[in-house]
């Protein structure tokens, strides 16, 4: 094991933090801007709808193989070293994404793109490094407060800017804060030595990152081949089987990428079904809506609104997620630990109920609103129940789990939303197509509504003192 290498002053780790925060907006601003602009993207690049979704497939993608690599990189590796590169492949990919002009290259973009889903936790041990004691759980607050609040600032901004300049300017200008917050990493940000040493499981990696494509691209193409094509069919048949290899080398595996052994408790392997559900059933709002909203009025379900228009229908999932979220601890001693979930859950389910009635611009307000409520207060009380419930030294890989979890379904629910609307094989969905997504959303929702009674009703806060968003 590496010695601790001598805490930074105090106004260094200040610095170092500001870096972080920095990294962490620009990075998450430059995934949520992306949504009000998806229908602009997709007529400049030519893409099917199916295809397009791939601009959110690859993020999630890509992240959920990247982040359990990442963390496992910052326990051996030296945290400066792995957030550097980190920050540069993410770079790399802004850049390609915003010289793109087809589908495919914006989709490689995207995916390098992925990497950035590490930082979150990468942040939080590198917080562990450089902040005194006192000031941990208040930079942890600050980190997760950050990556919420510019969900909303993204979906905000990005209508003025397709406004007023071409769409690339979505990743130009993320781009450019990104780059500033590379230069001044390399400056600011200390070393700090891993904790142990051994390897990353790259098989593991290989196998999970096949597995998810596999099925994806199955999915993808189900418009174009069919269901039962055998093209479809092989596709899933290999993807059930490197999946299946996956569990059990991860089983075998003394350092797995994914510990999967983890998920044994009834508690954890229920919270990381819900965090699927909750994955799965957000396409409703990051695909649908900014598809229906900006739809021609004449087809007497479409909006016809700008992309301006489509930020602002979206920003009420931002800020009320970014209000949930701290209240949960303290609506968790009200209710308990399970209602607090069901609740969560319910919303989401709601909020693609409330869809069904969109055809004014206050039902997708409404919507959006709910939605964030459910993904602030059922996301928070995950990671509440799963510091509860698992030993301190495993907290962090298991939460690393959980995040992975939330973006596979994030990818399938993408995938499956799009395909849903490309099913009628016209240029523009019918309304049924539409009602047919959120029912299905909904369906997910209701499925995770069920899972969250079966959680106990209060859970035993052995870790108390660690939540990061107890309020």
């Known amino acids: 094991m590496t010695a601790p290498s001598p805490s930074p002053s105090p106004a260094r780790a200040r610095l170092v933090l500001a870096v972080l925060v920095l990294g962490i907006f620009a990075y998450q601003a430059l995934e949520t801007m992306l949504a009000p602009a998806l229908p602009l993207i997709q007529q400049a690049v030519g893409a099917s709808t199916p295809a397009i979704a791939w601009v959110f497939t690859g993020v999630l993608l890509a992240g959920a193989v990247a982040a359990p690599v990442i963390c496992r990189l910052a326990d051996i590796r030296d945290k400066r070293r792995v957030l550097l590169a980190v920050l540069a492949i993410v770079c790399a990919g802004t850049l390609v994404a915003a010289l793109a002009t087809s589908v495919w290259v914006l989709t490689v973009g995207q995916l390098l793109q992925g990497a950035g889903l590490g930082l979150i936790p990468l942040a939080i041990g590198m917080i562990r490094d450089t902040q005194s004691p006192e000031r941990v759980k208040s930079a942890n607050g600050l980190i997760i407060g950050v990556a919420a609040l510019s969900t909303a600032v993204g979906l905000l901004a990005a209508g003025p800017i397709v406004a007023r300049m071409p769409y690339t300017w979505l990743f130009w200008l993320p781009f450019v804060l990104l780059v500033i917050t590379f230069a001044v990493a390399w400056f600011v940000v200390p070393p700090c030595p891993p904790g142990e040493t051994g390897r990353v499981d790259l098989t ?36 059930l089987v490197l999946l299946a290899v996956f569990v059990a080398v991860e089983l075998r595996t003394e350092k797995p990428l994914v510990d999967l052994r983890m998920l044994a408790g009834r508690s954890v392997m229920l919270v990381s079904a819900v965090s699927f559900a909750v994955g799965f059933s957000s396409f409703a709002v990051f695909v649908l809506v900014p598809m229906l909203v900006q739809l021609p009025a004449e087809t007497g ?3 016809g609104a700008t ?37 969560g859950t319910g919303a989401l389910a709601g909020a693609s109920a409330v869809l069904l009635g969109a055809g004014e611009p206050w039902v997708i307000f409404v919507a959006t609103a709910v939605a964030g409520a459910g993904t602030g207060f059922g996301m928070t009380q995950a990671m509440n129940i799963v510091v509860a419930t698992v030993p301190a030294e495993r907290t962090a890989s298991l939460t690393g789990v959980i995040f992975v979890i939330k973006a596979v379904g994030g990818a399938l629910g993408a995938q499956v939303g799009a395909s849903v609307l490309a099913a009628g094989g016209t240029p523009i969905p019918s309304w049924g197509d539409f009602r047919t997504a959120f029912l299905l959303s909904a369906a997910i929702g209701l499925v995770a509504v069920v899972l969250s009674w079966a959680l106990p009703a209060k859970v035993n806060r052995t870790a108390q003192d660690d939540v990061v968003l107890a309020g």
Request: aromatic content about 4%.
């Open 204 to 239: 593991g990696a290989v196998l999970l990152g096949g597995g998810l494509a596999a099925l994806l691209v199955a999915i993808t193409g189900r418009s174009r081949w069919g269901w039962v094509s055998l093209e479809v069919l092989g596709l899933t048949a290999a993807s």
């Open 301 to 303: 379900y479409g909006l």
């Open 307 to 343: 992309a301006t228009l489509t930020g602002l229908c979206l920003v009420p999932l931002g800020l009320v997620g970014t209000l949930a979220a701290p209240l949960t601890g303290r609506l968790e001693r009200r209710i308990g630990s399970r209602a607090v979930m069901v609740l």
